[in-house]
């Protein structure tokens, strides 16, 4: 957007400031008969009603809508009032945010405009806030991604600094959760966005007053100011890191934001040197990798040529086929790319768990918790038209997204789906198959730099279960492998427990089936000394993931 333009309401915008997309309206910078030119769009004029809509739960109360604009003067229908005093990205951040906490979104760190849930999030934030806001330019997305995202990974050593400031710990046990998320949000600005403090102040004590009440408003004034005055005088308070292995892990772990039993297993496990590599990793913004459909006939070189014209810098991949992005994901959306089935968004890690598998033409592989399909679709483009793969998932909708996938990248006849329990499945059928894959459910501590609220929906004892399933899912796919044939067993963990241990355990329960190493399918610094596929994030800067492959003996 430039600097000085015309929102979708006819009104004339302030320049940005250099930190935020908020916007203050100027009335007075337009003349009225050029503000009569465009009519509003239907999202501001559908806000008639929603001053007397009831607040939902968290919310407290109806809106003060004491500083909307009326719509009148710039020549709208009467009743209407649009607030656009408050910045969208902070709404639309704040109302995700408490949907985030409420279990009932994700933070989606791929940018969700391309499939329209953009302008459902706006709907849901008049809904819920009571106010109106415009259509989300590219950079307010960018921006509540990049809050939303950061906010949640931050959220406990945020809460900690909360607390500290608050007057007493009951004013921040109490404390109502809309006014909690803009007060997250507001020390997220500040401490980690650099967004200079008079912006983040003022912006979110206007969204306190303007989705609560002017109470709240002084609330966050007075933490955010005292925020401001202990980071200039370099005096925030944090927990020292000292006492017994416990009390070091929790003070770590509010400094790094990760939950303590994650850290207590990162340092047991990896050291505390690594541990710490990892938390910083996971809490930096995360690179994103594209890889090229070859099955349309797709080169590196071609969707390197897109990426150019879309002035979206890229980095090449030790994979082929891949490319990555640190920034530019709306571009490539709106451009396409991903629609037309010209590329995968994928990262390296997962593209080398498939050239463990090293599918070859004329193969038969069954991938056997498939969806949403992102291995599939790149085993069947290595089969260069030969063989078969069958996608077997429990989840239907998750199956279906997969099967769409793969008729956008012209693989439907390669792939036919099988929607069934695998430990079922695996009794029933007498089918074997060349190839089998595992590619299991899993705790996902290899992706927390994408997937930022992850770490707060995982317990140890999440773990525990997930290693029975893990089991019985080898289990249950062993019995599907032919004689002779290979088992790839993978998982997106860097956990040794869900990883080396669970084949250490099944070549025990299956001496059928042996250790294979995988080298010679992935360039060396991928292979353990036992001879696993590990990637690793700091050493490797991808995601985490694991795989191993197992022979079955030929009779
Ligand atoms: C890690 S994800 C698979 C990701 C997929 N391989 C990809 O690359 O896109 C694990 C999958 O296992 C499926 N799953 C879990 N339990 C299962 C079971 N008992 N039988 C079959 N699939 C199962 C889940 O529905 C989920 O889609």
């Known amino acids: 957007m430039s600097l000085r333009t015309q929102c979708a309401c006819s009104c004339m915008l302030q320049p940005y400031s250099a930190s935020s997309s908020s916007i203050t309206l100027s009335m007075r910078a337009t003349p009225t008969h050029q503000r009569r030119a465009r009519p509003p769009p239907p999202s501001c004029l559908a806000t008639r009603h929603l001053r007397r809509r009831r607040a939902p739960a968290g919310i407290n109360r109806v809106p003060n809508l004491g500083s909307a604009v009326s719509t009148k003067k710039a020549g709208m229908s009467k009743d209407t009032f649009i607030n656009l005093d408050v910045s969208h990205h902070r709404a639309v951040a704040v109302v995700r945010l408490l949907r985030i906490e409420k279990g009932k979104a994700f933070v989606d760190l791929l940018n969700e405009k391309a499939n329209d849930s953009g302008d459902k999030e706006i709907g849901y934030v008049q809904r819920t806030l009571g106010f109106s806001t415009r259509y989300l330019e590219d950079r307010d997305i960018r921006l509540v991604t990049v809050i939303v995202a950061g906010t ?118 990896h050291g505390k040197d690594e541990a710490l590599r990892l938390m910083n990793w996971n809490n930096s913004d995360p690179h994103f990798s594209l890889r090229v459909n070859t099955s349309k006939g797709y080169t590196r070189a071609d969707l390197v040529k897109r990426l150019e014209s879309l002035q979206v810098h890229y980095e090449e991949s030790i994979m082929d086929e891949f490319v990555r992005i640190r920034e530019g994901m709306q571009q490539v959306l709106k451009a396409g790319l991903l629609k037309d089935g010209i590329c995968a968004v994928q990262d390296e890690s997962a593209g080398l768990v498939v050239s463990v598998v090293d599918p070859q033409p004329g193969e038969t592989i069954v991938d056997c918790c498939a969806a949403p399909g992102g291995k599939t679709l790149f085993m069947a483009s290595r089969l260069s038209g030969e063989g078969k793969i069958w996608a077997l998932d429990i989840n239907k909708g998750r199956l279906r997204i997969l099967m769409d996938a793969a008729k956008l990248h012209g693989l439907d006849d390669m792939i036919t789906d099988i929607h069934a329990d695998l430990r079922l499945y695996a ?129």
Not at 162 to 191: A, D
Not at 499 to 519: D, G, K, W
């Open 152 to 269: 949640v990974r931050w959220k406990r050593y945020l809460d900690y600094l909360i607390m500290s400031l608050c007057s007493e710990e009951k004013v921040f046990r109490e404390m109502e959760p809309l006014l909690l998320q803009i007060l997250r949000i507001g020390f997220f600005e500040i401490l980690k966005l650099d967004v200079p403090a008079y912006a983040a102040v003022d912006e979110n004590v206007r969204l306190a007053k303007v989705a609560l009440r002017p109470g709240a408003g002084n609330m966050v004034n007075a933490i955010l100011r005292k925020l401001v005055l202990l980071k200039e005088t370099d005096s925030l308070p944090l927990p020292k890191i000292e006492g017994d292995d416990r009390a070091q892990a929790r003070a770590l772990s509010i400094i790094y934001s990760h939950p303590v039993w994650m850290v207590r297993r990162w340092i047991r496990f």
């Open 427 to 555: 009794k029933e059928t007498t089918v074997k198959y060349d190839k089998v894959l595992l590619d299991a459910p899993c705790s996902g501590l290899g992706v927390l730099s994408k997937r930022a609220d992850l770490r707060w929906n995982r317990q140890f004892e999440n773990l525990e279960e997930l290693m029975c399933l893990q089991d019985e899912l080898l289990d249950s796919a062993s019995m599907l492998v032919k004689p002779g044939g290979i088992l790839i067993y993978s998982t997106c963990s860097i956990d040794p427990e869900e990883n080396e241990e669970r084949i250490t355990a099944f070549v025990q329960r299956h001496p059928e089936f042996a250790l294979q190493s995988v080298c010679g399918y992935v360039p060396r610094e991928f292979i353990t000394d036992e001879g696993f596929y590990s990637s690793n994030p700091t050493k490797h800067s991808m995601d985490g993931a694991f795989a191993a492959r197992l022979v079955r003996s030929t009779h």
